[in-house]
């Protein structure tokens, strides 16, 4: 979740992280995907590309584990549309092609249960912009192009809305609560930086409050910040539940869902014929929506990296805890380092943390190590925000995995070989509302209509491309250090 104000000491510190990140990761070598035989670029490795072991509470609350799967694609079919993986950018494209191509045949493939990626892992905060876009808006403000700004700012955050219409409008149950966003700042640098938010917003006629320590320990008695920014235009949700709500949307939509169908193969063409163990879909068009597990197919190796995040949940709190912590207002926070923390409340009152070091495993792989040392970082990290919750028992602990670009802006448009495959993804840990946005930008593409220029910034690009191993493992841990270092000044 970054955000970076162009021509505030942030937009150097931004361009100097991913600069040194893509340093660090890359070795200073230009990556090239060329020369690589096909079959060889896109079949994923033997053995399952995530193999769970934690216990989430966000898919426990959303039962997902109490229905049994839907069945599993078996032998030959073909599809006009086939679309893989079951997070929102998958089932925001099935729901929005299916929607206007009812007589199209689609077929959406999920490798595990639909909300098991990102979507129904992360902490649930609706957050305004695409990564990237804050930059571009800085610059116009700056410039005096207001209403420019203000444009970019209310197309790319355009996915807050379309959630909302879903909970308002179709009976998406999500546990949608519009609160306002916290942004906290530990250091003075960090204070300035959210000085200069303050203002962009103030410039788009968004109101955006500083709140000193005294006014943010009002709002959220924490320990450990100077104070913090309201951000406008939030909510929070429960992520599993939302991607539950749109699976029911996208079948009764009339789209064709598998679920325990993990694609082993993509082979490029005029028709894209995808494999999975039992079966087989060809189709004129695909849609990888696979996020941080792409590389495992061999599209975007090296491009989108599977960053592991973990979080903990405790026990739920009682009213007079809540308070105590005079937080009645809900209100969730996090804060501006590039390795944040972030809490919030759930519906039934249980205090999530989630954030930290990013982790990155050899080769991209999806790790899921149970008593992972960030576990045992977070529980002190939680008693040290919260002293009067040192009794409380954490009763969840789990991992997610976040679609991140070396420069942290997401793609969106085609990839591969031949134009009918397209992607979204690599939205570096804010993806939420950008996935549903991505989902009806990928139904633009697919119906041939141009987007607007706004959009042009994530528009078919190819994000900087790591090494390949060992140098990016190598590089991932020097970069680490470099942010930790930066986040402390
Ligand atoms: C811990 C955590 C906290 C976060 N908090 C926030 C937040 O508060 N706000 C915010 O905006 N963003 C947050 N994010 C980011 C956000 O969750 C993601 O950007 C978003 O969910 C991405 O959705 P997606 O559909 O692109 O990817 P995913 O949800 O990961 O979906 C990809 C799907 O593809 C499937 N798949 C992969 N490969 C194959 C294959 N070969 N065959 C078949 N299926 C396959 C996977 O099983 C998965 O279901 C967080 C992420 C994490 C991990």
């Known amino acids: 979740m970054s955000r970076e104000p162009a021509d505030s000491p942030s937009v150097s510190r931004r361009t100097f992280l991913a600069g040194a990140a893509a340093t660090a990761t890359a070795g200073g070598v230009a990556g090239f995907v060329g020369g690589q035989a096909l079959e060889e670029q896109y079949r994923a490795p033997a053995g399952p590309f995530f193999d769970q072991r934690s216990h989430c509470y966000w898919i426990e609350s ?10 599993s694609l078996q032998g030959d079919q073909t599809a006009d549309i086939v679309i893989v993986g079951g997070g929102y950018t998958g089932l925001s494209a099935a729901l929005h092609l299916a929607e206007r191509f009812p007589e199209r045949r689609i077929v959406l493939l999920e490798g595990t249960r639909v909300g098991y990626g990102a979507s129904g892992r992360n902490c649930g905060l609706l957050l305004p912009f695409i990564n990237g876009a804050e930059a571009i808006t800085h610059e116009l403000v700056d410039a005096d192009r207001v209403d420019e700004a203000r444009k970019v700012f209310d197309l790319t955050s355009a996915g807050t809305g ?25 250091t003075p ?44 235009t939030s909510a929070m949700i429960n992520p599993a539940k939302l991607a539950t709500g749109l699976l029911h949307l996208v079948r009764a939509a ?29 189709a004129p068009m695909l849609i990888l929506a696979t996020n941080a597990y792409t590389h495992h197919l061999g599209f975007l190796r090296g491009r989108v990296l599977p960053i592991h995040s973990h979080s903990i949940v405790t026990a739920p709190l009682s009213e007079a805890q ?3 912590l005079s937080w009645s207002g809900r ?3 996090f804060d501006v380092r590039s390795f944040f923390n972030l809490f919030r409340l759930t519906a039934d009152n249980r205090v999530l943390l989630s954030g930290g070091d990013g982790f990155y495993y050899y080769a991209g792989a999806a790790v899921d190590r149970e008593g992972h040392p960030d576990y045992e970082r977070l529980s002190r990290d939680l008693r040290m925000l919260f002293p009067a919750l040192a009794e409380v028992p954490i009763t969840h602990r789990w991992v997610g995995h976040v679609g991140t670009t070396l420069d942290f802006s997401p793609t969106i448009g085609t990839v591969g070989p031949t134009d ?7 939205y570096s840990g ?3 509302t950008v996935a549903m946005l991505a989902g009806r930008l990928l139904r633009d593409l697919v119906a041939g209509e141009p987007l607007d220029p706004v959009y042009d910034f994530v528009l078919n690009r190819q994000p900087p491309r790591a090494p390949g191993e060992p140098l990016t493992s190598a590089g991932f841990s020097l970069a680490k250090r470099l942010i930790r270092w930066d986040d402390a000044q």
């Open 62 to 71: 959303a039962g997902i584990e109490d229905t049994p799967p839907l069945t």
């Open 162 to 186: 379309l959630i909302q219409e879903l909970v308002e409008q179709r009976g998406v149950d999500c546990e949608w609560e519009p609160v306002e966003n916290l942004m906290g700042a530990v």
């Open 189 to 232: 640098r960090q204070e300035a930086r959210l000085e200069g938010e303050q203002r962009m917003y103030a410039a788009l006629g968004l109101e955006a409050t500083w709140l000193s320590e005294t006014e943010l320990r009002q709002r959220v008695d924490v320990e450990g910040y100077r104070g913090a920014l309201t951000v406008p």
């Open 254 to 282: 009339g789209v064709e869902v598998y679920e325990d169908s993990p694609v082993l193969e993509v082979e490029p063409g005029t028709t894209v014929s995808v494999r999975t163990p039992r079966g087989r879909v060809r």
């Open 322 to 324: 809540i308070e105590a």
């Open 331 to 333: 209100q969730p926070f």
């Open 420 to 426: 009918n495959i397209l992607f979204a993804g690599g």
């Open 430 to 432: 804010h993806g939420v």
